[in-house]
């Protein structure tokens, strides 16, 4: 019953910056861990950032100073800010909702970020 969807894709060069949006059919924010992901091709998927309910944040090793993670419980919205883009950034990058309530987890369908080399 829960429905995210990510926007904000697009082309960039690099060094470039992007803003990420994801926004939610609810309010679940202030239950449930929300997280960027991407997958690059030939990759797994993995986790860029997450911000839980207290407001603290995880970031991966590759990502650390350049993106930035934040969420709005009041608007349903979670945005990821990323500056200083690289190539190896490109990916499909995934809003992810894990709810601490019950086991389950929320996926949107994801929205291409490409750098250009």
């Known amino acids: 019953q829960v429905q995210l969807k990510e926007s904000g894709g697009g082309l960039v060069q690099p060094g470039g910056s992007l803003r990420l949006s994801c926004a939610a059919s609810?309010?679940?924010?202030?239950?449930?861990?929300m997280g960027w992901y991407r997958q690059g091709p030939g990759k797994q998927r993995e986790l860029v950032a997450s911000?839980?309910?207290?407001?603290?944040?995880n970031y991966a090793d590759d990502v650390t100073g350049r993106f930035s993670i934040s969420r709005d419980n009041a608007k349903n919205t979670l945005d990821l800010q990323m500056t200083s883009l690289k190539p190896e950034d490109t990916a499909v990058y995934y809003c992810n909702a894990r709810r601490l309530d019950r086991a389950v987890i929320y996926w949107g369908t994801g929205t291409l970020v490409t750098v250009s080399s």
């Open positions: 911000i839980g309910p207290g407001g603290s944040t």
């Open positions: 609810t309010n679940i924010f202030s239950i449930a861990i």
